[in-house]
RNA sequence: GCGGGAGUGGCGGAAUUGGCAGACGCACCAGACUUAGGAUCUGGCGGGUAACCGUGGGGGUUCAAGUCCCUUCUCCCGCACCA
């Protein structure tokens, strides 16, 4: 028998039969455990790429082993559908949104089709459709009603490239993270969740997450940058009206020696009005605004400030120190109103150098003495209290507390908590998103758009140009409506909501997709919750990560969900590079997907990907590589098919009564293979190294072929091409299926079980060890396996070459490690 | 500046608990089969004639170090006036 490896007939020929077949289908069943795996689902660019290979690749092997090990798998797909692009491509193009989206989803399914990956079809999600963002829009109302979405007006970032606000967490080193446009400051109404509600229990949650890795989760710590302080009691010394600073540093209050107000704080106004200052206090605050958000935030920055006339009363001493203002305090974190500490802090240091500040050290190092003319630093360092009347000669670590507890006391300020996260805005002035469903009445206000009368659906009538303008205002239709609550003509709310809304409960929806009364079950999304096993790139990190925790504690609380967190295990995988840089179109070095498989088909285009590189790191993208995955497919083909009569012949259990060495060989190899291959999956998610033992199986397996001229036991080889495509079937699911078959099994090798191995098999009757003298290699020795350490001692010191090994040197000792080696110290 | 990760053959990478460094694959070299080979098979493949030397550099602990400790260099990623 001789048939060639036709990947070209046989893949799509099993992705038809798997599909007619449904053994990807999956229901909850109280039989097997649950286990969810779940991948990032993509926006629908059009075309799938490597990353995108790699993460289903990834994500599909811990699938189909899961359900090999005998758990009920959920592996879903769908799609993040809502975004910009599409709305650019309607520009550009003049195809509607909604065309474009369809048309790239059915070729991107095709293509994922073609890889072979064992998704439940069935539970496709789609953001962009009203079944899915009906609910998106439910679970906006389920916030609203809970007073955890609300609107204000705030000075947000506008990307005026993309023609929208942006959240903070979008906004990258002060340029919109989308198309790389520096953002600019807007104030405008829009809609916040209040996530920072949940600012400690994300923090303390991360504890939680053991399964997640420890960069992600200090990226998220550093997010929401919690960090306690006092809010000490400033007041203005001529109208007495309050200064409330935040400080961390509040041992260092008796060092104040000025204030700094930033240009934005409202006090400003108020205490130069009318003063000889007013003028030029108002010219700075006009120049620190039109830097750009870039340059206001970068450390090249030279602090700039200026005096305004007024002064602050420190609650501490009863001390007048001027107020400034400047370009390095910032209006949105703590109180917007800083204590100028120039001897124990850089920034006020350098600040108060170059305006001629006074600096008075009020920490002073261990055995040193500190003076304010002569530091050429600020001393930031612990050490002991000076010139703090109550406080001197205390640790400050100590006087922390002392003096916090004392400003509790006098009431002259109080301990608080302050996070760095700020409340998700959510608010886009977009076209392609799910509407905000609110109506504005006149009379009755903002009014939540009922259940009964949702989904607010997305009109097609709309006109797309180039002016940035959100086309969602063109269209006739939607704009006006009657007010729920008094039926009186009343508006709609014209912005939709950021992607990440619709991305933040997907994985819910999977549980439950069909469901058209409910977002999803509860039961269901219990049975299947957490997801066992969420695969992604880490630039979602902060972002989606972050967001889907939120969402998912909010459910909870709501009752509606029982799980706290929607991801139990994150696995972040490396970027797929070719010539040492990431995939893009500008740098002309893109692989596509669909030609490998063209070419090579999907079975080597995924173990090219999943062997090149374990899941974390960066992989370099090979050609030669992929050359050799695809050469090794042909040998295991070969091996199957060259050998079909005698695997048919062979019995279902192998006789392990009298082996010859080499059949003993062969079953050491595979069984030694199965056990590999399963720690490799299971604890490590190394499938590099999973597909380097199958490859040393098969090897294995020639050799024996070869030594016994052919002549193999056939109950022996039939044992070891079973378990070798049992191994194989995650990694490459068609060529294994279809040799399955023609091995002449029933039913599919994706429902089989996953094989073991027998402890008896790997037995060996000698084992080498290695002999050294003062660690250095120079012998090996064959022996039994069990002999002890006393055993080897007395070996190696009857050995002939004894004098050999130790060159007549006397022996010092030596050390024994049974099964592994012995060491001669000799002197 | 702060935080995290990584430096191993010509290349991708292995070494899981301190125990033979370089598994597996790519590239390369030689041979076999062949009209032919970009197919397949066999063998070789860190450096050095050798003793030996080799996991970014230097030091240390240990019978034994890629692995542990100290120190230093380089690269990548994230954060960055957060008071």
Same mark, same amino acid.
């Given at each position: ?51 995108? %290979? ?7 092997? %811990? ?54 990956? @064992? ?38 970032? *506008? ?131 039109? /830097? ?128 760095? $996260? ?25 009014? #939540? ?23 969602? +205002? ?29 991305? @933040?409960?997907?994985? $819910? ?56 967190? #929607? ?13 040492? @840089? ?75 009564? /009298? ?94 079980? *996953? ?10 009757? /000698? ?34 070459? /004894? ?5 007549? +040197? ?6 024994? %490690? #049974?099964?592994? $080696? ?6």
């Amino acid at each position: 028998m001789n048939v060639k490896y036709d990947f070209k007939s046989l893949e799509p020929k099993w992705q038809k039969y798997w599909e007619e077949k449904g053994i990807y289908r999956v229901t909850e069943r109280s039989d097997k455990r649950e286990y969810y795996c779940l991948e990032m689902f993509p926006y629908p660019s059009g075309n799938l790429h490597m990353g995108h %290979v790699r993460n289903y690749s990834i994500g599909d092997v %811990v699938a189909r082993f899961k359900t090999m090990e005998g758990y009920n798998v959920l592996h879903p797909m769908g799609w993040d559908s809502f975004g910009l692009p599409a709305e650019n491509a309607a520009i550009q193009r003049g195809v509607h949104p909604s065309v474009w989206t369809k048309d790239n989803i059915a070729n991107m399914k095709r293509q994922l089709k073609s890889m072979g990956i @064992s998704y439940d079809w069935e539970r496709e999600a789609t953001t962009c459709l009203p079944d899915y963002y009906k609910w998106t829009q439910w679970l906006f109302l389920q916030l609203y009603k809970n007073g955890l979405a609300y609107k204000k007006k705030a000075a947000v970032n *506008w990307c005026p490239s993309c023609a929208t606000v942006l959240a903070n967490e979008q906004v990258v080193e002060g340029a919109c993270e989308r198309c790389g446009t520096t953002v600019d400051k807007k104030d405008l109404e829009q809609w916040f969740f209040k996530i920072t509600d949940y600012a400690q229990r994300l923090l303390d949650d991360l504890e939680k997450l053991p399964g997640w890795p420890e960069k992600v989760k200090t990226m998220q710590k550093n997010w929401i940058g919690r960090s306690e302080g006092v809010e000490v009691q400033f007041k203005a010394a001529a109208t007495g009206d309050p200064l409330p600073v935040f400080t961390t540093r509040h041992d260092t209050i008796f060092g104040v020696t000025y204030m700094v107000l930033a240009p934005e704080h409202p006090m400003v106004e108020k205490l130069t009005a009318g003063t000889p200052y007013e003028a030029e206090v108002k010219a700075f605050i006009r120049k620190v605004q039109q /830097l750009s958000n870039v340059d206001r935030t970068s450390n090249e920055l030279e602090k700039e400030g200026m005096f305004i006339g007024a002064y602050a009363v420190n609650p501490m001493t009863g001390e007048e120190v001027p107020i400034w203002i400047t370009n390095y305090v910032i209006m949105d974190y703590g109180t917007g109103a800083v204590m100028g500490v120039p001897a124990h802090d850089s920034r006020d240091f350098d600040f108060a150098k170059k305006y001629g500040l006074p600096i008075k050290p009020v920490i002073s190092p261990p055995g040193e003495k500190l003076s304010g003319e002569t530091m050429s630093e600020a001393y930031v360092e612990s050490g002991i209290m000076i010139n703090s009347p109550g406080f001197d000669g205390m640790a400050n670590e100590e006087a922390m507390t002392a003096i916090a507890d004392y400003m509790e006391e006098k009431g002259l300020g109080k301990r608080v908590i302050n996070y760095r $996260l700020r409340d998700w805005l959510i608010s886009r002035q977009r076209y392609w998103g799910a509407p905000i469903p609110i109506v504005y009445c006149d009379k009755c206000g903002i009014v #939540p758009v009922p259940d009964d009368q949702l989904p607010v659906i997305l009109p097609l009538d709309v006109e797309f140009k180039p002016n940035g303008e959100s086309p969602l +205002k063109t269209s006739p239709t939607f704009r006006e409506t009657a007010c729920p609550k008094c039926g009186e003509r009343a508006e709609r709310e014209l912005d939709t909501m950021d992607t990440f809304v619709c991305s @933040s409960w997907y994985f $819910l929806r999977y549980c439950d997709p069909k469901n058209s009364e409910q977002a999803f079950a509860k039961e269901k999304a219990d049975y299947w919750m957490n997801v066992d096993q969420y695969i992604g790139g880490v630039e979602h990190a902060i972002l989606h990560l972050m967001y889907a925790r939120f969402f998912v504690k909010v459910l909870h609380d709501l009752g509606l969900v029982s799980a706290e967190e #929607p991801f139990e295990n994150l696995l972040t995988q490396g970027m797929v590079l070719k010539d040492g @840089s990431k995939m893009s179109k500008s740098k002309g070095n893109v692989v596509s997907p669909e030609d490998i498989i063209n070419q090579y088909g999907a079975d080597t285009a995924r173990m090219f990907i999943l062997f090149a590189a374990p899941p974390e790191r960066d992989l370099e993208w090979n050609d030669a590589a992929v050359e050799g995955c695809y050469r090794f497919l042909n040998r295991v083909w070969r091996l199957v098919v060259s050998n079909l009569e005698i695997i048919k012949k062979g019995q279902e259990t192998v006789d392990t009564g /009298l082996f010859t060495k080499e059949e003993k060989d062969v079953r050491r190899a595979v069984h030694q293979g199965v056990k590999k291959v399963t720690e490799d999956i299971s604890q490590r998610f190394n499938f590099n190294t999973a597909i380097s033992a199958i490859m040393e199986m098969v090897n294995a397996m020639y050799d024996y072929r070869e030594k016994t001229a052919g002549k193999v036991n056939p109950s022996v080889f039939r044992e070891a091409a079973e378990k070798l495509l049992l191994l194989l079937a995650p990694f490459a699911p068609h060529i294994t299926e279809e040799l399955w078959h023609l091995m002449g099994k029933e039913g599919s090798i994706h429902q089989a079980a *996953w094989p073991t191995y027998e402890a008896e098999a790997l037995k060996q009757d /000698l084992i080498n060890i290695v002999v050294q003298v003062n660690g250095k290699v120079r012998d090996h020795l064959d022996v039994a396996p069990d002999l002890d350490g006393e055993g080897m001692k007395e070996l190696v010191l009857a050995s002939a070459k /004894l004098p050999q090994w130790t060159g007549g +040197k006397n022996i010092v000792k030596i050390i024994t %490690v #049974p099964k592994k $080696l012995v060491n001669i110290v000799i002197k």
